[in-house]
Protein backbone atom coordinates (compact mmCIF):
# COMPACT_ATOMS: atom_id res chain seq x y z
CA UNK A 1 0.00 0.00 0.00
CA UNK A 2 0.78 3.86 -0.75
CA UNK A 3 -0.04 7.05 0.92
CA UNK A 4 0.89 10.43 -0.20
CA UNK A 5 -0.02 13.99 -0.12
CA UNK A 6 0.70 16.53 -3.14
CA UNK A 7 1.96 19.97 -2.38
CA UNK A 8 0.17 22.33 -0.82
CA UNK A 9 -2.64 20.18 -0.34
CA UNK A 10 -4.17 18.79 2.64
CA UNK A 11 -5.59 15.91 1.14
CA UNK A 12 -4.58 12.36 2.20
CA UNK A 13 -4.50 9.93 -1.27
CA UNK A 14 -3.84 6.00 -2.37
CA UNK A 15 -4.25 3.80 -4.78
CA UNK A 16 -7.55 1.75 -5.04
CA UNK A 17 -6.49 -1.59 -6.53
CA UNK A 18 -9.37 -2.01 -8.56
CA UNK A 19 -7.48 -0.76 -11.64
CA UNK A 20 -4.20 -2.07 -13.23
CA UNK A 21 -3.11 0.72 -14.28
CA UNK A 22 -0.27 2.15 -12.45
CA UNK A 23 -0.03 6.00 -11.75
CA UNK A 24 2.26 5.71 -9.02
CA UNK A 25 6.04 4.61 -9.19
CA UNK A 26 8.86 4.82 -7.52
CA UNK A 27 12.46 5.12 -9.17
CA UNK A 28 15.66 4.37 -7.74
CA UNK A 29 18.83 6.88 -8.03
CA UNK A 30 20.86 4.35 -10.30
CA UNK A 31 17.74 3.54 -12.21
CA UNK A 32 18.02 -0.15 -11.73
CA UNK A 33 14.70 -0.55 -9.44
CA UNK A 34 11.02 0.46 -9.85
CA UNK A 35 8.62 0.15 -7.76
CA UNK A 36 5.22 0.28 -9.21
CA UNK A 37 2.00 0.40 -7.41
CA UNK A 38 -1.08 -0.68 -9.27
CA UNK A 39 -4.45 1.13 -9.15
CA UNK A 40 -6.34 4.39 -9.46
CA UNK A 41 -5.31 7.56 -7.20
CA UNK A 42 -7.87 8.01 -4.52
CA UNK A 43 -8.41 10.27 -1.82
CA UNK A 44 -9.44 9.00 1.98
CA UNK A 45 -10.15 10.99 4.65
CA UNK A 46 -7.80 11.52 7.81
CA UNK A 47 -10.35 9.15 9.72
CA UNK A 48 -10.39 6.46 7.29
CA UNK A 49 -6.34 6.58 6.88
CA UNK A 50 -6.27 6.66 10.75
CA UNK A 51 -8.36 3.99 11.41
CA UNK A 52 -5.70 0.92 11.64
CA UNK A 53 -2.56 2.15 13.20
CA UNK A 54 0.63 0.76 11.17
CA UNK A 55 3.10 0.65 13.48
CA UNK A 56 6.97 -1.11 12.78
CA UNK A 57 5.75 -4.05 14.51
CA UNK A 58 4.18 -4.87 11.16
CA UNK A 59 7.04 -4.57 9.35
CA UNK A 60 9.13 -7.87 7.66
CA UNK A 61 12.58 -7.31 8.16
CA UNK A 62 15.25 -6.42 11.00
CA UNK A 63 18.03 -4.63 10.35
CA UNK A 64 21.26 -6.66 11.21
CA UNK A 65 24.65 -5.49 11.29
CA UNK A 66 24.70 -1.67 10.32
CA UNK A 67 27.50 0.39 11.26
CA UNK A 68 26.98 3.49 11.36
CA UNK A 69 29.42 6.51 9.50
CA UNK A 70 30.32 8.87 12.93
CA UNK A 71 31.50 12.54 12.82
CA UNK A 72 35.25 11.41 12.15
CA UNK A 73 34.41 8.99 9.49
CA UNK A 74 32.22 11.08 7.58
CA UNK A 75 34.73 14.35 8.23
CA UNK A 76 37.57 11.89 6.91
CA UNK A 77 35.65 10.42 3.63
CA UNK A 78 34.90 14.43 3.10
CA UNK A 79 38.47 15.13 2.73
CA UNK A 80 38.86 12.61 0.30
CA UNK A 81 35.98 13.81 -1.56
CA UNK A 82 37.32 17.42 -1.61
CA UNK A 83 40.64 15.54 -2.92
CA UNK A 84 38.95 13.99 -5.69
CA UNK A 85 36.71 17.18 -6.55
CA UNK A 86 40.24 19.35 -6.55
CA UNK A 87 42.17 16.59 -8.44
CA UNK A 88 39.10 16.30 -11.52
CA UNK A 89 38.29 19.81 -11.18
CA UNK A 90 34.55 19.12 -10.78
CA UNK A 91 32.25 21.90 -9.97
CA UNK A 92 30.42 20.12 -7.05
CA UNK A 93 29.69 16.01 -6.02
CA UNK A 94 26.69 15.01 -4.17
CA UNK A 95 27.49 12.98 -1.20
CA UNK A 96 25.83 10.56 1.42
CA UNK A 97 25.40 8.57 4.55
CA UNK A 98 22.69 6.74 6.48
CA UNK A 99 21.77 8.08 9.84
CA UNK A 100 20.70 5.16 11.84
CA UNK A 101 17.44 5.47 14.14
CA UNK A 102 17.52 2.85 16.73
CA UNK A 103 14.19 2.18 18.07
CA UNK A 104 15.57 0.94 21.46
CA UNK A 105 12.83 -1.75 21.90
CA UNK A 106 10.25 0.58 20.99
CA UNK A 107 7.73 0.66 17.97
CA UNK A 108 7.32 3.62 15.88
CA UNK A 109 3.72 4.66 14.56
CA UNK A 110 4.04 4.87 10.75
CA UNK A 111 0.39 6.45 10.19
CA UNK A 112 1.01 9.12 13.24
CA UNK A 113 4.58 9.68 11.70
CA UNK A 114 3.33 10.23 8.34
CA UNK A 115 1.05 13.16 9.61
CA UNK A 116 3.26 14.47 11.06
CA UNK A 117 5.40 14.98 8.14
CA UNK A 118 2.18 16.43 6.52
CA UNK A 119 1.59 19.18 8.81
CA UNK A 120 5.45 19.90 9.05
CA UNK A 121 5.75 20.22 5.29
CA UNK A 122 3.03 22.15 3.67
CA UNK A 123 4.76 22.39 0.48
CA UNK A 124 6.05 18.81 0.45
CA UNK A 125 5.36 15.65 -1.38
CA UNK A 126 4.74 13.40 1.50
CA UNK A 127 4.45 9.60 0.99
CA UNK A 128 4.66 6.39 3.24
CA UNK A 129 4.86 3.01 1.75
CA UNK A 130 4.65 -0.38 2.29
CA UNK A 131 5.42 -3.21 -0.29
CA UNK A 132 7.11 -6.35 -0.44
CA UNK A 133 8.49 -5.93 3.12
CA UNK A 134 10.24 -2.43 2.05
CA UNK A 135 8.94 0.01 4.15
CA UNK A 136 9.72 3.78 2.90
CA UNK A 137 8.57 7.55 3.91
CA UNK A 138 9.69 10.56 2.83
CA UNK A 139 8.96 14.55 2.84
CA UNK A 140 10.37 17.27 0.24
CA UNK A 141 9.41 19.66 -1.84
CA UNK A 142 12.22 19.47 -4.55
CA UNK A 143 10.28 18.73 -8.44
CA UNK A 144 12.12 17.32 -11.16
CA UNK A 145 9.42 17.52 -13.46
CA UNK A 146 5.84 18.64 -13.54
CA UNK A 147 3.95 18.02 -16.95
CA UNK A 148 0.75 19.51 -17.77
CA UNK A 149 -1.03 17.34 -19.95
CA UNK A 150 -3.63 20.16 -21.44
CA UNK A 151 -1.31 22.67 -22.38
CA UNK A 152 2.35 20.87 -22.41
CA UNK A 153 3.78 22.67 -20.25
CA UNK A 154 6.93 21.51 -18.55
CA UNK A 155 8.20 22.72 -15.06
CA UNK A 156 10.99 22.16 -13.11
CA UNK A 157 13.44 23.96 -10.58
CA UNK A 158 16.76 23.53 -9.95
CA UNK A 159 17.04 23.44 -5.77
CA UNK A 160 20.81 23.42 -4.26
CA UNK A 161 22.98 24.97 -1.20
CA UNK A 162 21.87 24.67 2.04
CA UNK A 163 21.88 26.51 5.48
CA UNK A 164 19.85 27.07 8.58
CA UNK A 165 16.60 29.47 8.09
CA UNK A 166 18.41 32.10 9.80
CA UNK A 167 22.15 32.36 8.33
CA UNK A 168 22.86 34.40 5.25
CA UNK A 169 24.05 32.80 2.28
CA UNK A 170 27.74 32.39 1.11
CA UNK A 171 29.91 32.36 -2.11
CA UNK A 172 30.22 28.54 -1.16
CA UNK A 173 26.11 28.18 -2.00
CA UNK A 174 25.63 30.45 -4.72
CA UNK A 175 28.23 29.03 -7.14
CA UNK A 176 27.15 25.30 -5.61
CA UNK A 177 23.85 26.22 -6.87
CA UNK A 178 24.94 27.56 -10.99
CA UNK A 179 26.19 23.60 -12.06
CA UNK A 180 22.52 22.46 -11.25
CA UNK A 181 20.95 25.27 -12.69
CA UNK A 182 23.10 25.36 -15.70
CA UNK A 183 22.56 21.80 -16.31
CA UNK A 184 18.81 22.09 -16.27
CA UNK A 185 18.67 25.00 -18.82
CA UNK A 186 21.09 22.60 -21.41
CA UNK A 187 18.64 20.10 -21.22
CA UNK A 188 15.26 21.56 -21.22
CA UNK A 189 17.33 24.15 -24.34
CA UNK A 190 17.53 20.45 -26.01
CA UNK A 191 13.72 19.83 -26.29
CA UNK A 192 12.04 23.73 -25.82
CA UNK A 193 12.73 26.59 -27.74
CA UNK A 194 10.62 29.08 -25.64
CA UNK A 195 12.11 28.60 -21.88
CA UNK A 196 11.69 30.88 -18.88
CA UNK A 197 13.49 31.05 -15.91
CA UNK A 198 13.18 32.76 -12.58
CA UNK A 199 14.85 34.47 -10.62
CA UNK A 200 17.27 32.89 -7.94
CA UNK A 201 15.44 33.06 -4.60
CA UNK A 202 15.06 31.30 -1.16
CA UNK A 203 13.26 27.72 -0.49
CA UNK A 204 12.35 27.08 2.70
CA UNK A 205 11.61 23.65 4.40
CA UNK A 206 11.30 23.41 7.67
CA UNK A 207 14.51 24.20 9.84
CA UNK A 208 16.67 25.18 6.34
CA UNK A 209 16.39 27.17 3.23
CA UNK A 210 17.55 26.52 -0.43
CA UNK A 211 18.58 28.72 -2.99
CA UNK A 212 15.79 27.79 -6.16
CA UNK A 213 15.67 28.50 -10.01
CA UNK A 214 12.18 28.02 -11.51
CA UNK A 215 12.04 26.85 -14.99
CA UNK A 216 8.53 26.91 -17.56
CA UNK A 217 9.29 25.20 -20.85
CA UNK A 218 6.82 24.18 -23.91
CA UNK A 219 7.56 20.61 -24.74
CA UNK A 220 6.18 18.04 -26.53
CA UNK A 221 4.51 14.61 -24.87
CA UNK A 222 6.86 12.64 -26.76
CA UNK A 223 9.97 13.73 -25.25
CA UNK A 224 8.55 13.78 -21.57
CA UNK A 225 10.76 10.45 -21.12
CA UNK A 226 13.52 11.74 -22.65
CA UNK A 227 13.78 14.79 -20.88
CA UNK A 228 13.28 13.26 -17.58
CA UNK A 229 16.23 10.44 -18.29
CA UNK A 230 18.58 13.36 -19.43
CA UNK A 231 17.86 15.34 -15.96
CA UNK A 232 17.87 12.55 -13.51
CA UNK A 233 20.11 12.77 -11.43
CA UNK A 234 20.29 16.29 -11.80
CA UNK A 235 23.57 18.04 -9.91
CA UNK A 236 21.32 18.47 -6.74
CA UNK A 237 21.39 15.31 -5.93
CA UNK A 238 24.73 13.74 -8.39
CA UNK A 239 27.22 16.04 -10.10
CA UNK A 240 28.37 16.74 -13.21
CA UNK A 241 29.90 14.88 -15.43
CA UNK A 242 26.90 12.16 -14.36
CA UNK A 243 28.97 9.02 -15.13
CA UNK A 244 32.36 10.15 -13.41
CA UNK A 245 29.82 11.18 -10.34
CA UNK A 246 27.84 8.27 -10.21
CA UNK A 247 31.49 6.09 -10.31
CA UNK A 248 32.49 8.55 -7.62
CA UNK A 249 29.64 7.91 -5.30
CA UNK A 250 29.57 4.56 -5.72
CA UNK A 251 32.91 4.29 -4.71
CA UNK A 252 33.02 7.08 -1.95
CA UNK A 253 29.58 5.60 -0.31
CA UNK A 254 30.18 1.73 -0.32
CA UNK A 255 26.14 1.02 -0.06
CA UNK A 256 23.02 1.18 -2.64
CA UNK A 257 21.30 5.10 -2.20
CA UNK A 258 18.17 2.57 -3.31
CA UNK A 259 15.20 4.95 -3.78
CA UNK A 260 16.87 7.78 -1.91
CA UNK A 261 17.75 10.49 -4.75
CA UNK A 262 15.87 8.87 -7.12
CA UNK A 263 11.92 9.97 -7.53
CA UNK A 264 8.60 9.37 -7.50
CA UNK A 265 6.39 9.43 -11.05
CA UNK A 266 2.38 10.05 -10.39
CA UNK A 267 0.29 10.57 -13.27
CA UNK A 268 -3.41 11.85 -12.78
CA UNK A 269 -5.98 13.68 -14.77
CA UNK A 270 -4.27 16.73 -15.78
CA UNK A 271 -0.62 16.11 -14.73
CA UNK A 272 2.62 13.96 -14.43
CA UNK A 273 4.70 14.99 -12.21
CA UNK A 274 8.24 14.21 -10.79
CA UNK A 275 9.20 14.28 -7.13
CA UNK A 276 12.75 13.70 -5.76
CA UNK A 277 12.65 11.47 -3.16
CA UNK A 278 15.34 13.36 -0.08
CA UNK A 279 14.70 13.94 3.35
CA UNK A 280 13.29 10.29 3.41
CA UNK A 281 13.60 7.04 5.60
CA UNK A 282 13.84 3.15 5.28
CA UNK A 283 11.91 1.57 8.27
CA UNK A 284 12.74 -1.85 9.53
CA UNK A 285 11.47 -3.48 11.97
CA UNK A 286 13.93 -2.55 15.03
CA UNK A 287 15.85 0.63 13.34
CA UNK A 288 15.14 3.23 10.50
CA UNK A 289 17.93 4.56 7.89
CA UNK A 290 17.75 8.14 7.19
CA UNK A 291 19.54 8.85 3.82
CA UNK A 292 20.67 12.54 3.98
CA UNK A 293 23.36 14.11 1.66
CA UNK A 294 25.04 17.35 0.50
CA UNK A 295 26.42 18.76 -2.45
CA UNK A 296 30.17 19.15 -1.84
CA UNK A 297 32.67 21.36 -3.35
CA UNK A 298 36.22 22.62 -2.97
CA UNK A 299 35.25 25.04 -0.77
CA UNK A 300 33.79 22.88 1.26
CA UNK A 301 34.13 22.51 4.80
CA UNK A 302 33.75 18.87 6.31
CA UNK A 303 32.39 20.00 9.88
CA UNK A 304 29.54 22.49 8.16
CA UNK A 305 28.81 19.52 5.55
CA UNK A 306 28.63 16.91 8.63
CA UNK A 307 25.76 20.03 10.24
CA UNK A 308 24.29 20.07 7.18
CA UNK A 309 23.14 16.31 7.18
CA UNK A 310 22.42 16.44 11.00
CA UNK A 311 19.70 19.52 10.16
CA UNK A 312 18.33 17.12 6.88
CA UNK A 313 17.86 14.16 9.70
CA UNK A 314 16.48 16.07 12.03
CA UNK A 315 13.69 17.36 9.69
CA UNK A 316 12.73 13.74 9.80
CA UNK A 317 13.45 12.79 13.08
CA UNK A 318 11.80 15.78 14.88
CA UNK A 319 8.66 13.81 13.41
CA UNK A 320 8.83 10.52 14.24
CA UNK A 321 6.00 9.32 16.38
CA UNK A 322 6.64 6.64 19.45
CA UNK A 323 4.32 4.54 20.51
C1 LIG B 1 21.04 15.65 -1.23
C2 LIG B 1 20.08 16.25 -0.52
O1 LIG B 1 19.50 17.44 -0.85
C3 LIG B 1 19.80 18.09 -2.07
C4 LIG B 1 21.08 18.79 -1.94
C5 LIG B 1 21.13 20.07 -1.46
C6 LIG B 1 22.47 20.70 -1.15
O2 LIG B 1 23.49 20.09 -1.45
O3 LIG B 1 22.51 21.79 -0.56
C7 LIG B 1 19.95 20.82 -1.30
C8 LIG B 1 18.76 20.32 -1.67
C9 LIG B 1 18.65 19.04 -2.37
O4 LIG B 1 18.61 19.26 -3.74
C10 LIG B 1 19.52 15.59 0.70
O5 LIG B 1 18.57 16.15 1.27
O6 LIG B 1 20.00 14.51 1.08
Same mark, same amino acid.
Given at each position: ? &?YF?F?????I $??? /???S????V?FFS??G?E???F? +????QI?????L?N???T?F??????GFE????N /?Y?E !??? #?V??F??Q? #??? !?? &??S????L??????? *??TQ??? *?????Y???? &?Y???????????A?S?? @???FN?????????? @??????VN? *?WT !? !???????? =?????R? =????F??????? %??? /?? =?S???KH??T /???A???Q???? *??I??L??????? +????DL $?????EQ? %?????K???G?I? =??????IQ?? &? #???????????? @?I???? +???????V?? %?????E @??A??????V??T
Amino acid at each position: M &VYFKFPFSENI $CTT /DSSSTKKWVSFFSFDGSEILPFE +GDIKQISQQEFLKNEINTHFLSFNLNGFEEENQN /DYQE !KLA #NVIGFIKQN #NLS !KL &VISRRELLNYNGLKI *NLTQTFL *NLCKSYPNAF &VYFFIKEGKCWMGAFSEI @LGKFNKKNSQFETMS @LAGTISVND *NWT !K !KEIEEQKP =VTNFIRN =VLGKFSENMEQS %ETY /DH =VSGNIKHLRT /DFKAQITQENLE *NIISELHPTPAVC +GIPKDL $CQNAIEQF %EKYPRKLYAGYIK =VETEEYIQYF &V #NLRCAEFFKNAA @LIYVGG +GITAESSVEK %EWQETE @LKAEAILKNVAFT
